[in-house]
């Protein structure tokens, strides 16, 4: 995809302001939309949750489908840089998803430049989150692209759309960068099994202290609920991404584990071309910034 427009930086309130009102007109709007009011309408018809989609483009817009769309409410965009996670608030017996995205003026470019160097990108290139509240008190099955992620209830799931580029098979204007579907039930199944416990060292621990890990040995192709385990022993926060090529679709393509000291630092397991990182193989101890999540990069 190539594009002879120019467009100038946006300042981090601009950018606000226009993802505010992209995601107000997605929410109001089209066959394809969830009003602001769906979500007391649903539970009060009683309506049992379905499915929903949502769908992130390569301009940065959000699309909402599925018979389950009602359920949906928007919980607020805001602009972040370096990585950082917005501490969204999520309500009791609610759902979060938040999706991490590039503004719609920005795509093509900073998309691309993040996808050749991540760690090189200077704290400016401001980057937009985007959260929605689901109202459900089932358990859901999150699929991300096709592939099976993990069963949610009253939980946050977050999915980082700025380093898939145009060159991604499939990711164009007209088919997103990202697909997220929440449904249920599966199999006729009445309940789920619960999340992994964190343990009583996550419970106790100050989110916002940067601390010491060990990055643990995991290599491509490894089943997603096999990684997430690993990661909540260690308690890391989790996000997840979808690249093509790498791996089986549907595994584990890499981890990226947020390290202290350059704003965009990340350790890499397995490392890209089995290039070894002295100090970030599996195994050894780094400091992890806290501010960030752990990133799982699924095989699209």
């Given at each position: 995809m190539r594009t002879h427009r120019h467009h100038h930086p946006l300042r981090p309130a601009n950018l606000v302001g226009g993802a505010v009102a992209l995601v107000a007109a997605l929410l109001s709007t089209?066959?394809?939309?969830?009003?602001?009011?769906?979500?007391?309408?649903?539970?009060?018809?009683?309506?049992?949750?379905?499915?929903?989609?949502?769908?992130?483009?390569?301009?940065?817009?959000?699309?909402?489908?599925?018979?389950?769309?009602?359920?949906?409410?928007?919980?607020?965009?805001?602009?972040?840089?370096?990585?950082?996670?917005?501490?969204?608030?999520?309500?009791?017996?609610?759902?979060?998803?938040?999706?991490?995205?590039?503004?719609?003026?920005?795509?093509?470019?900073?998309?691309?430049?993040?996808?050749?160097?991540?760690?090189?990108?200077?704290p400016e290139e401001v980057q937009a989150e985007t959260g929605f509240l689901v109202d459900t008190a089932q358990w859901v099955r999150a699929d991300l692209d096709g592939h099976p992620l993990q069963w949610l209830r009253r939980d946050t799931i977050r999915i980082d759309t700025t380093n898939a580029t145009a060159e991604d098979p499939g990711s164009s204007i007209e088919s997103p960068l990202a697909r997220l579907t929440l449904s249920a039930p599966h199999g006729g199944r009445s309940g789920q099994p619960t999340p992994p416990p964190s343990g009583p060292a996550c419970a106790g621990l100050d989110q916002r202290s940067n601390r010491s890990v060990v990055l643990p040995a995991v290599e491509a192709g490894a089943p997603v609920t096999d990684v997430l385990a690993s990661l909540r022993t260690q308690c890391l926060k989790v996000q997840y991404a979808s690249q093509s090529g790498g791996a089986r679709p549907g595994t584990v393509r890499q981890i990226l584990v947020p390290l202290t000291g350059q704003p965009l630092a990340v350790a890499v397991v397995p490392p890209p071309d089995g290039i070894d990182v002295p100090g970030r193989t599996p195994g050894s101890t780094v400091r992890v910034d806290r501010r960030r999540p752990a990133t799982i990069v699924v095989t699209r």
């Amino acid at each position: 995809m190539r594009t002879h427009r120019h467009h100038h930086p946006l300042r981090p309130a601009n950018l606000v302001g226009g993802a505010v009102a992209l995601v107000a007109a997605l929410l109001s709007t089209g066959c394809d939309s969830a009003p602001t009011a769906a979500a007391g309408e649903a539970k009060g018809a009683g309506a049992a949750f379905s499915a929903v989609r949502f769908a992130v483009d390569a301009r940065g817009g959000i699309q909402i489908s599925g018979a389950s769309r009602t359920a949906v409410a928007p919980a607020g965009t805001h602009a972040l840089s370096a990585g950082r996670a917005h501490p969204f608030a999520r309500p009791a017996g609610k759902l979060l998803v938040v999706l991490r995205h590039w503004p719609q003026a920005r795509t093509e470019r900073a998309s691309r430049a993040r996808a050749r160097a991540p760690e090189l990108l200077p704290p400016e290139e401001v980057q937009a989150e985007t959260g929605f509240l689901v109202d459900t008190a089932q358990w859901v099955r999150a699929d991300l692209d096709g592939h099976p992620l993990q069963w949610l209830r009253r939980d946050t799931i977050r999915i980082d759309t700025t380093n898939a580029t145009a060159e991604d098979p499939g990711s164009s204007i007209e088919s997103p960068l990202a697909r997220l579907t929440l449904s249920a039930p599966h199999g006729g199944r009445s309940g789920q099994p619960t999340p992994p416990p964190s343990g009583p060292a996550c419970a106790g621990l100050d989110q916002r202290s940067n601390r010491s890990v060990v990055l643990p040995a995991v290599e491509a192709g490894a089943p997603v609920t096999d990684v997430l385990a690993s990661l909540r022993t260690q308690c890391l926060k989790v996000q997840y991404a979808s690249q093509s090529g790498g791996a089986r679709p549907g595994t584990v393509r890499q981890i990226l584990v947020p390290l202290t000291g350059q704003p965009l630092a990340v350790a890499v397991v397995p490392p890209p071309d089995g290039i070894d990182v002295p100090g970030r193989t599996p195994g050894s101890t780094v400091r992890v910034d806290r501010r960030r999540p752990a990133t799982i990069v699924v095989t699209r």
